[in-house]
């Protein structure tokens, strides 16, 4: 452990930009761990991140899972992880560069400050999207407006998956309880950190559509999401109780 900041980068089939990643978020001036979780990518992802730990053996960290068990699993095994060591603050991160290592910064200052959790938004400032096809940008954005109107919280990017939590939020969360494991997790875990009564912040970012590898977004992901939300405007949300 290095830092007291923990960035979590689920990866599956990302050898073209994994290494490329983690060395950008290691130049930074701030300091930050780095967790990757892999599930089973079988084209050597993980093998690269073996090789590079040899070189950052102090700050970078991997957990390999067996087959691919969805984005909202890799996550809460993240931050399982972080709270087991103590990291004051914990980001979600793509290994794509969809999001800029550079505004890890931004997400940080914002929860240094006094957000609970920060959000690195492309709709609260207008639209920042780079190389999307306009169909998915309006199927994005009416989406988190979607969201907005049904669970009722002033979060103009509720899909967003670029985001940093301060180390007291994640341990309110009853992690078990998280119900969705697709990108609705994203959706879930801002609205229980809402319905807790953390307080959420949104930072402007340019989000810039993915140059090389695989997108994994798929039309069965916005369906889980869509009903999910239903189900969730119903749910009970209670915090973890301590010591459980």
């Not at 689920?10 to 930050?32: C, G, M, Q």
Request: net charge positive; aromatic share 12%; hydrophobic share 40%.
């Amino acid at each position: 452990m290095n830092s007291d900041k923990l960035v979590i980068i689920p990866t599956y089939n990302e050898k073209e930009n994994i290494e490329k990643i983690i060395k950008a978020i290691f130049s930074l001036e701030e300091t930050f761990d780095i967790l990757i979780i892999d599930d089973g990518s079988p084209d050597g992802t993980a093998a690269i991140v073996k090789e590079l730990k040899n070189q950052f053996s102090t700050s970078l960290f991997l957990i390999e899972r067996a087959g691919k068990q969805g984005l909202g699993s890799a996550y809460i095994a993240g931050f399982k992880y972080s709270i087991e060591k103590g990291y004051s603050y914990t980001f979600e991160m793509d290994a794509d560069f969809s999001h800029s290592p550079n505004d890890l910064i931004k997400l940080y200052n914002a929860c240094k400050s006094d957000a609970d959790l920060a959000i690195g938004s492309r709709y609260c400032n207008g639209v920042s999207v780079i190389n999307w096809p306009i169909g998915r940008v309006v199927m994005s954005y009416f989406a988190s407006s979607y969201v907005r109107a049904v669970l009722g919280m002033k979060i103009y990017d509720t899909t967003a998956g670029f985001k940093c939590y301060r180390k007291g939020l994640l341990e309110a969360i009853d992690l078990d309880k998280v119900k969705m494991r697709g990108y609705g997790f994203q959706i879930e875990m801002k609205y229980t950190s809402h319905k807790l009564g953390y307080k959420i912040k949104e930072v402007p970012i340019i989000f810039v559509d993915r140059t090389e590898g695989t997108s994994k977004m798929s039309s069965g992901i916005f369906g889980e999401a869509f009903w999910g939300v239903i189900k969730m405007k119903f749910r009970r949300i209670k915090p973890k109780k301590q010591g459980v």
